[in-house]
C-alpha cells in the first residue's frame, strides 16, 4: 500500500499538484485547473496544515538502469549525485535545504525515484526552483559524484543488517524473471566500483527528463509557486520512457538461503493498480492482518521476539503482496501467519468485517496527514499510473473511499483465494541453509 492523493497535470512535460492554505475563499473549497504557459496543466488541492511545505520530484524510471546489465542503486546514486552537484547557476540543491533549515530526501523504489525536500512554507517557491533547476537540466560534478557515492554506501551499509530488508529482495527476486522489480534498488561498494562519472551522467539525463516528472507541492503554499518553476534545458528529450514491463518466473518449490538471523517470507503477485477493487481488497488484507498493533497476526505473535512485517504494494502491474518474518520463535509466527492466510480465504462475519474496515480507513487517512506524506502518497500513485485512485482523492466518493466502502466480506474472500492460492514464493533463510537458486 502506497497511501495517496490526486496528481494530474504538466509542468513543462511534468505533473503538479498544489494543496493550499489560507487561500482565497474562491478557491479554498474546489480544485483549480488551468494551462501552463509552457503547455500542460496544473492542479490545485486546497489543503489546509502547518507552516511548512513538501515539494517533491518524482520520477517513474528503473532504479537499477535502463540497460540489461543492471546496477543496483544506480538510480540512487545519480539522484544523490544531482542534488550534491552545483548547477550553472545558484547553489546545489543539499547546499539550498541545509541553508533554508529543511530537509532532503531521496527515495529509491523499483520503478520509481523521488527527491523530496521539506522546507519552512516562505521557501516553497525557492525550492520549487532549486528542485526544477537541478533535475530539469542535470549537472554532475566529480565532487558531487564522490559525496554521492559515500552516502549510497553508507545506506547500502546500513540495510545490510535490517534482515526484513534483505528477505524483501529475496522474494522479488524470486517473484520476477525480469523488469525492474527483479533488481534491488539500493547498492553496495562492489556495484559502484565500475561506475564512470559519464555513465551516470547518462542515466541522470534519461531518468530525469522533464516530460518524465511529477512535480509535487503540499502545504501551506498557493498558486505562486508556479512562477518558480524553471523549464527544462532545449535539447532534452522531453517524452517519458517508461521501465520495461515485470515479468513473473515460474515459482517451485521453497527457497532456502543462508542469513544471520533466521526468518522467512512469503511473496505473491498481486492485482495491478487499474483493477482498483482488487487493489483496495488486498490493502484491507494487509492491514487486518499485519498493522502494527491492532493486524491480527501481530496480534498473535506479539510475545514471539520476531519482527514481523506483512503489506500490499500497489504497483504498476502486477502488485505484490508480502510478508517477512526475521528472528524469535519462527516456527510460532510461521503456524500464526499459515491459519491467518487460510482464514482470510473464508468471509469474515458481518460485525468483524465493519469493524476492520472502519479500523482501515481510519489508518488510511491517518497514515496520509503531513505534507511530507501527502506528496509521498501523490507521487507514488501519480507514477505508477493511476492518480484518481489515490487515497483521499475526491473525499467520500473518491475512487480509493469508494472501493473501500464498496467492499464486502464475500469479496475480500474471493480475492484472497484468487490470488493466494496461485504459485506465490517461499523463503526461508537459516544460518545453515543453503542457496537453492
Known amino acids: 500500500m502506497r497511501i495517496g492523493a490526486v496528481v494530474r497535470a504538466a509542468l513543462v512535460g511534468a505533473a503538479l499538484v498544489l494543496s493550499t492554505a489560507g487561500a482565497d475563499p474562491d478557491t479554498a473549497t474546489k480544485a483549480l485547473t488551468g494551462t501552463l504557459a509552457g503547455g500542460g496543466t496544473y492542479l490545485i488541492r486546497p489543503e489546509g496544515g502547518a507552516a511548512v511545505a513538501a515539494v517533491a520530484l518524482w520520477y517513474r524510471a528503473p532504479a537499477a538502469g535502463f540497460e540489461s546489465d543492471a546496477v543496483p542503486g544506480l538510480g540512487r546514486l545519480a539522484a544523490s549525485a ?45 525550492a520549487v526552483r532549486a528542485l526544477t533547476r537541478s533535475y530539469f537540466s542535470p549537472v554532475m560534478s566529480e565532487p558531487g559524484l564522490v559525496m554521492a557515492r559515500r552516502s549510497v554506501i553508507e545506506d547500502g551499509t546500513v540495510r545490510a543488517y535490517d534482515h526484513g530488508a534483505a528477505i524483501t529482495d529475496a522474494i522479488y527476486a524470486a517473484l520476477f524473471a525480469s523488469g525492474p522489480a527483479k533488481i534491488p534498488p539500493y547498492g553496495s561498494s562492489g556495484s559502484f566500483s565500475t561506475l564512470t562519472m559519464d555513465t551516470v551522467r547518462v542515466y ?16 501551506a503554499v498557493d498558486l505562486s509557486v508556479l512562477s518558480a518553476a524553471l523549464p527544462g534545458r532545449e535539447d532534452a528529450q522531453t517524452g517519458a520512457e517508461k521501465p520495461a514491463p515485470e515479468t513473473l518466473a515460474g515459482v517451485s518449490g521453497p527457497i532456502s538461503t543462508r ?12 492485482p495491478p493498480i487499474s483493477n482498483e477493487r482488487e487493489a483496495t481488497a488486498f490493502d484491507f488484507i494487509a492491514d487486518y492482518l499485519f498493522y502494527p498493533d491492532t493486524g491480527i497476526v501481530q496480534k498473535a505473535v506479539r510475545d514471539s521476539g520476531s519482527s514481523v512485517v506483512g503489506t500490499f504494494v500497489t504497483y504498476h502491474d502486477p502488485g505484490v503482496f508480502l510478508m517477512t518474518a526475521s528472528g524469535g520463535d519462527q516456527a510460532a509466527v510461521r503456524t500464526a501467519v499459515d491459519a491467518a492466510l487460510q482464514a482470510i480465504r473464508r468471509p469474515l462475519s458481518s460485525a468483524a468485517f465493519e469493524a476492520a474496515r472502519h479500523q482501515f480507513i481510519y489508518h488510511i487517512l491517518s497514515d496520509g496527514e503531513t505534507p511530507a506524506e501527502l506528496a509521498d502518497t501523490y507521487g507514488w500513485y501519480a507514477v505508477e499510473g493511476n492518480a484518481n485512485y489515490a487515497p483521499g482523492e475526491g473525499g467520500i466518493s473518491g475512487a480509493y473511499l469508494s472501493a473501500a466502502n464498496g467492499l464486502t466480506p464475500e469479496f475480500v474472500a474471493a480475492t484472497a483465494a484468487k490470488y493466494l492460492d496461485r504459485p506465490g514464493v517461499s523463503i526461508t533463510v537459516g544460518p545453515q541453509a543453503v542457496s537453492a537458486r
Do not use: M
Not at 84 to 113: C, D, K, N, W
Open 82 to 126: 544531482v542534488a550534491a552537484s552545483q548547477p550553472v547557476t545558484g547553489t546545489s540543491l543539499s547546499a539550498f535545504v541545509h541553508q533554508a533549515g529543511g530537509r532532503l530526501t531521496i527515495s529509491t523504489y523499483p520503478e520509481s525515484i523521488a527527491i523530496s525536500v521539506l522546507v519552512p512554507a516562505d521557501r516553497a517557491a525557492d
Open 204 to 219: 541522470a539525463e534519461r531518468a530525469f527528463r522533464p516530460g518524465n516528472a511529477v512535480l509535487i507541492v503540499t502545504g
Open 259 to 270: 542469513g544471520a538471523e533466521p526468518g522467512f517470507g512469503l511473496g505473491w503477485a498481486g
